[in-house]
């Protein structure tokens, strides 16, 4: 059966982000003209939709109707020869080495390759060893996760300076941490230090009862520590908290590891070099009006606009590049996908429901 191709509808704000940041200048076989937005030499909205969509038109009217929408990465690079990866997030474990696989420099290696085509990487510093300790091979001391946290900043703007948007970066460490108190506060006095960071402290079933436990006040240690934690947060938005035991027990493949972190923005729970390709089904799109204006979600539409875009999801995963094998054989081991929502709010406001309501 035939489809009928929608023309896309872009705002003049759409258009401007569209012409700065999305649409290709390079050619690759295809026509780029000067823009009359912008002056500048670079494909249209609907070139960059065909390339997108892998020569489907059901993925193109997809986005052309902005139902939904892949993350950006997957706009910036998809059907672009040696363009790079189409996935936004990855998580990496930081092994408490300076050389090796998965070491410090390793990991900032790949991350570096990773942020070079706009993803996006959470790391896990449970493994290094406190500020100060021994280290036997060098006679020296070590730097501590905060130290490296930082290195990993100066990587990332690094990279931010020749690329299309900021670096995204998670930083968690365990509660049982030595340094887990200069994590909490590295940001409250200057935020801005650490700006492509967001931060997480993974936090167990047992610290949070101890925390918690109203019978007795808490455990001093516990709940002095979670007071910290809320004042910085409540400070600079920073640190958030990572329930890492209740993550576990909804890992799909414990057999292939634990669920240590997450990706930058805290989507989802990833593996060691596990990366995750996501989208946005946009719900204000999904809300239709009867004959005497009544307004209600149209489930039924909704319903094959998340089956469609689970399909989209899982063939740009056929089609994804990787910078390191590692990662590559992450992705087709799990085949993790992030299926969200956009336009919730705008949802919200038209069906008439209150942030406060059931």
């Known amino acids: 059966m035939s489809v009928s191709i929608k023309t896309p509808v872009f705002s003049e704000n ?18 780029i003209s000067k823009c009359k937005h ?3 030499i670079h494909e249209t909205p609907e070139d960059m939709l065909r390339r997108v969509s892998f020569g489907n038109d059901e993925y193109y009217n997809l986005m052309a109707s902005l139902d939904f929408l892949p993350n950006s990465p997957t706009l910036f690079n998809a059907g672009i020869k040696g363009a790079g990866t189409m996935s936004a997030c990855f998580k990496f474990d930081i092994d408490d080495s300076m050389l090796g696989e998965d070491s410090i420099m390793d990991t900032a290696c790949k991350a570096a390759a990773v942020q070079k085509w706009g993803g996006g990487v959470g790391f896990v510093l449970s493994n290094l060893r406190p500020k100060g300790a021994q280290i036997a091979s060098t006679h ?11 290195m990993l900043h100066g990587v990332s703007e690094m990279i931010t300076q ?8 998670m930083g968690i460490l365990s509660v049982d941490h030595p340094d887990v108190r200069e994590f909490i506060h590295c940001k409250d006095e200057d935020p ?17 009862h101890r925390a918690t436990d109203f019978d007795t006040y808490g455990v001093i240690k516990e709940r002095e520590l979670l007071q910290e934690i809320c004042e910085s947060a409540w400070k600079t938005g920073d640190p958030g908290l ?11 493949t414990p057999w292939l590891g634990e669920l240590s972190g997450t990706n930058p923005c805290g ?19 999904h809300v239709i009006y009867s004959e005497r204006q009544e307004v209600s979600v149209d489930f039924e539409r909704l319903a094959k606009t998340a089956y469609l875009a689970t399909k989209f999801l899982d063939e740009i995963l ?27 709010a705008d949802m919200l406001t038209v069906l008439g429901v209150h942030y406060d309501s059931e």
């Open 162 to 169: 020749g690329g299309k948007r900021a670096g995204a970066q």
């Open 242 to 252: 990572y329930f890492i035991d209740e993550a576990e027990r909804g890992n799909p």
């Open 318 to 344: 056929d089609h994804n590049v990787f910078p390191d094998e590692r990662i590559d054989r992450a992705a087709k081991i799990t085949r993790k996908l992030g299926l969200g929502v956009m336009g919730w």
């Open 14 to 31: 759409a258009q401007r982000v569209l012409c700065e940041r999305y649409l290709s200048k390079k050619a690759n076989g295809r026509t």
């Open 267 to 285: 989507e989802v729970p990833l593996l060691n070099n596990e990366p995750c390709n996501l989208g946005s089904i946009n719900l204000v799109n």
């Open 192 to 208: 801005q230090g650490l700006s492509t960071f967001n931060i997480s402290v993974a936090v167990t079933d047992e610290f949070m």
């Open 140 to 150: 020296g001391k070590a730097c501590g996760p905060v130290a490296v946290l930082k």
């Open 38 to 40: 912008c002056e500048i």
